[in-house]
């Protein structure tokens, strides 16, 4: 039996790169894509080269469009780039800084999806990444929580309009990836630690836990519709 290739957008780090190495471990057939050369080169060598690579910019159509021309049909998409704009009180975030917060990551989570539907088996699956931002009442997220909150929106809607095709989405918490990498290192050890302190189980999350989570998502047959808040429980406070 053939081993099912799942396409990651967005994995040559954090939890895209971790669900790539949960799912070569379950034998699937991997490849990376991430618009960054030596970032993808590292994540090769990371995954000891088990996985393809190819470079593309998610928020380029024609870019996205050549990539999946180029693999193929393939059976499961997982979107896993995200942005950092949008963040800050809502009487003061720019209005602009919104807008980039979808032109990075709503637009392109759309766009990528739509451009692999032909590619894709009817049978296979796709993931989006969505965030808690979404879900919980968090001041200073009003931006980016929408932007959020609108690939949380396309779910059930594509799972319904897309059948026999699974569309599922997860949204993490506070998870220490390179996506804080815009934080000094100092300052991100503080805000660690409240996160932590707000947080039941008393920590922040693993690139590890998010790939899980998306590894579960790809694998289950009968789980569509659905995005897993999976972030410690923060959203409860």
Do not use: Y
């Not at 997982?78 to 942005?83: D, K, M, Q």
């Not at 963040?87 to 807008?99: D, I, K, M, S």
């Not at 969505?130 to 009003?142: D, E, L, Q, R, T």
């Not at 319904?160 to 095709?165: K, T, V």
Request: with cysteine.
């Amino acid at each position: 039996m053939l081993s099912q290739h799942a396409v990651i957008i967005g994995g040559t780090s954090g939890i895209g790169l971790a669900a790539a190495e949960i799912l070569l471990r379950e034998k699937f057939k991997v490849t990376i894509a991430g618009r960054d050369p030596e970032g993808l080169a590292n994540a090769g060598k990371r995954l000891r080269d088990e996985a393809g690579t190819t470079v593309v910019d998610a928020a380029n159509p024609a870019a996205v469009a050549a990539l999946f021309s180029s693999l193929g049909n393939f059976d499961h998409l997982v979107l896993a780039f995200g942005s950092n704009k949008g963040l800050g009180p809502f009487a003061t975030v720019g209005v602009e800084e919104v807008r980039l917060s979808f032109t990075e990551k709503v637009f392109p989570h759309f766009a990528c999806a739509q451009a692999a539907l032909k590619f894709l088996n009817p049978k296979g699956s796709i993931t989006f990444l969505s965030a808690v931002s979404a879900f919980g009442a968090m001041p200073g997220a009003a931006g980016i929580g929408a932007a959020n909150a609108a690939i949380a929106a396309l779910i059930p809607t594509l799972a319904r309009e897309l059948q026999p095709l699974r569309v599922n989405a997860v949204a993490p918490g506070v998870i220490d990836t390179p996506w804080w990498d815009w934080v000094p290192t100092e300052q991100k050890t503080s805000l660690f630690a409240d996160f932590a302190s707000k947080t039941p189980v008393g920590r922040v999350g693993t690139s590890e836990e998010i790939g899980q989570t998306i590894a579960f998502l790809v694998m289950n047959g009968f789980m569509t519709g659905q995005t897993i808040v999976c972030d410690g429980g923060i959203r409860l406070s």
